[in-house]
């Protein structure tokens, strides 16, 4: 079954440091990988996508993410937080292909707390 | 509307009651989901729809939970005999199709608590 793992339960930053948030998924075959992200009240929502091409996708605010294909990784960075940046991470895959495809497998969820 | 609505944002329920938790997709969405998100969790997988039918319902937990989508837009999830342990957010969402490159896009949720 596909799983997958998100290393840090809860990351602690002050506002212009680099971030980098884990994310393992244990799936043999053609997988779609995404990070979303909850901000305080709010729903989740796609900060970034990766299907083919391209291991490097750059999402929305300043985030990206690589995809290693022998890691079985898709870890995100941003460069420099900001105090705004303060919200749960959830890494989520899917299978490339099959009737339920589109059924999303999430991570447990990193919480992230930036320092002003 | 513009996004996913779920109603209600919160319920309480006694041990062994029926609860019901809608879903409203975004208009012209022909898949909507079903996640259950428990404390400290991330979202797992409920339910699937296709349309009206339940595509693949493999995640409900037990025969207590049902869905229905009757006339392929609004859902609503059933559960009878609510346990403390159903007590959870419940999270909906829709894409255009039900491919695995489609964005999903996520309601608030529903808080459930049984006491």
Do not use: M
């Not at chain 2, 029926?18 to 259950?36: F, K, N, Q």
């Not at chain 2, 319902?57 to 229905?68: E, I, K, Q």
């Amino acid at each position: 079954a596909q799983s997958v793992s998100q290393h840090n339960h809860h990351v602690i930053l002050s506002e212009a440091a680099s971030l980098e948030l884990g994310c393992n998924y244990s799936y043999g075959g053609t997988v779609n990988l995404f990070w979303y992200v909850q901000y305080p009240g709010q729903h989740l929502q796609l900060l970034l996508k990766y299907f083919s091409g391209d291991p490097l996708v750059k999402g929305i605010k300043g985030f990206e993410a690589e995809f290693i294909k022998s890691k079985f990784s898709f870890n995100l960075r941003k460069p420099s937080v900001q105090w705004s940046d303060t919200a749960e991470y959830f890494c989520a895959v899917n299978a490339g292909y099959g009737g339920s495809q589109g059924n999303l497998i999430f991570g447990k969820g990193t919480k992230l707390s930036v320092k002003p | 509307g513009a996004g996913v609505s779920q109603t209600p944002s919160n319920k309480v329920t006694e041990k062994g009651k029926y609860v019901e938790l809608r879903c409203d997709p975004i208009s012209g969405h022909t898949a909507l989901y079903w996640y259950r998100q428990s404390l400290g969790q991330g979202p797992e997988f409920l339910i699937y729809f296709q349309g009206t039918g339940a595509a693949d319902d493999s995640g409900l937990p037990n025969d207590r939970f049902f869905a229905v989508r009757p006339e392929g837009s609004v859902s609503t999830l059933k559960i009878q005999r609510t346990e403390r342990g159903d007590s959870a957010v419940y999270l909906c969402a829709s894409s255009l199709t039900h491919r695995g490159t489609t964005e999903a896009f996520f309601g608030q949720g529903t808080r459930l608590t049984v006491v």
